[in-house]
């Protein structure tokens, strides 16, 4: 985390410890502080803060969205379907899948396929909700929302258009992306906050029912008695990212492009997954031919440089990548994927490292 996350959290695990939802005085500066990290994030997004709901994590708000969505047309006697392109994260493929909703090619980077979302569009009846992420969470690929925004609107006209923009917030301007979209989920964790705190916003006029009821919480939009702590260090986060933003994308591209342009330069048979241009400062994701990844990051492991293949999941188990699968990578280079995340912490000797370990293991893998 952030130390001005960290910071920012203390007091609301210690003498600020009351429950935002009660009626006394403690209860009211708890309440206070809550309001005032709503405000710092709706700032940073470029929103009313009324449009701001803290949720549970990122998984929640993308559930939310496109549940919430289905649900809140179905109860006025107009249900309808979840349209998303194949290389989204499980919190929002898994829901549309569970819902019955249809799912869009992507092209060689990851990005959907314009053409087959027009496609999708002109001959799904109902479209309800339309969810496209911003950056790919596996090999960074960023989508342009207007273009999407155009569609969608002129397509789907009464569909919300979602977009998870969890991997978006330490390299995007949110104020960006905010106009295109009726829907937006963020997770603290991501840039700096706290694991379990998720944002999700949500325009005025939006139609969403809450996938969590009980207590009313969030003006009813998501019940449960607020993380204060996590709350108030999520905008702390923000905050930091959004001023730090600018000076950090270029300094972080050109470790990620110097982390990169070594592994080219010292090993054959690696190829870059996607090309830089259509990528996000902080990825740096490669395939190495006539080595598997498990093995590789077993290694890395050893040495303390730590990776990944495709995306964290619960068991840890290593499953093939929806994601490289859906943009067409063959299997030869797949299985050769290696995944690394460079962001605030990361400095000059760390991609030295890291350029050295790679280049070691994957000499000894294929000898
Ligand atoms: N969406 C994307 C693109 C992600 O990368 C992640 C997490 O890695 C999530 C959603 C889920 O967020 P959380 O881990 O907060 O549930």
Known sequence: MRPAAVEAM????????????????????????????????????????????????????????????????????????????????????????????????????????????????????????????????????????????????????????????????????????????????????????PKGVGVLVVRDGTRVAPVIMGGGQERDRRSGTHNVAGIVATAAALAETDAERHDEVSRVRSLRDRLVDSLLAELDGVLETVPRAHKIAGSAHVCIADIESEALLYLLDRAEVCASAASACASGAMEPSHVLAAMGVERSWSAGALRMSLGATTTDADVDRAVEVVTDAVRQLRR
């Open 10 to 193: 203390l007091p609301f695990l210690s003498e600020c410890y009351a429950n935002p939802s009660g009626s006394h005085r403690f209860a009211r500066d708890a309440r206070r502080a809550v309001d005032e990290a709503r405000d710092i994030v709706a700032e940073c997004l470029g929103v009313p803060a009324g449009w701001v709901v803290f949720t549970g994590c990122g998984t929640e708000s993308d559930n939310a969205a496109i549940t919430g969505v289905l649900d809140a047309a179905a109860r006025t006697g107009r249900p309808g379907t979840a349209v998303c392109p194949a290389a989204e994260h499980h919190a929002v493929l898994h829901p549309v899948e569970h819902h019955g909703g249809r799912v869009v090619p992507v092209d060689r980077s990851g990005r959907v396929d314009l053409d087959a979302l027009a496609d999708t569009l002109r001959t799904t009846p109902d479209v309800r909700i339309v969810s496209v992420m911003a950056v790919n969470n596996e090999v960074g690929s960023v989508t342009e929302l207007d273009p999407v925004c155009s569609l969608v609107r002129e397509l789907a006209p009464d569909a919300v258009l979602h977009t998870d923009a969890v991997q978006a917030a330490s390299w995007l301007d949110l104020r960006a992306l905010t106009p295109s979209v009726d829907m937006l989920s963020l997770s603290a964790h991501k840039f700096g906050g």
